[in-house]
Nanobody
Framework: QVQLVESGGGWVQAGGSLNLSCVAS????????MAWFRQAPGKDRALVGA???????NYARAVKGRFTISRDNAKNTVYLRMNSLKPEDTAAYYC????????????????WGQGTQVTVSS
């Protein structure tokens, strides 16, 4: 049974920081690329950052330099550190896993978490 469980969302002031975690189970975590997507109300789900099995990374332009994705294979966990948060970062954040490596569209991912809400106030 595959599970991806996100945590760490919350309500923060602009300029603040927040750390998200996603604990995975039920598949060979260390062979999958992992990613964070986000979806704001009325908008499509979009890639935030992704990390391959060998820790190659990719980030959306909107978050590059502010967000950092990392993984701990011993804990089957992927993290997203978010610094210098802006109101436009407000969204539901989702953890996803891809058996085919880093992908850029939601349809390419095999497993998804339930999401965790991040709200950034001005």
């Amino acid at each position: 049974q595959v599970q991806l469980v996100e945590s760490g969302g919350g309500w923060v002031q602009a300029g603040g920081s927040l750390n998200l975690s996603c604990v995975a189970s039920g598949f060979t975590f260390n062979t999958y690329a992992m990613a964070w997507f986000r979806q704001a109300p009325g908008k499509d789900r979009a890639l935030v950052g992704a990390i391959s099995w060998n820790e190659n990374t990719n980030y959306a332009r909107a978050v590059k330099g502010r967000f950092t994705i990392s993984r701990d294979n011993a804990k089957n966990t992927v993290y997203l550190r978010m610094n210098s948060l802006k109101p436009e970062d407000t969204a539901a954040y989702y953890c996803a896993a891809s058996r085919s490596g880093i992908e850029y569209t939601p349809a390419a991912y095999d497993y998804w978490g339930q999401g965790t809400q991040v709200t950034v106030s001005s």
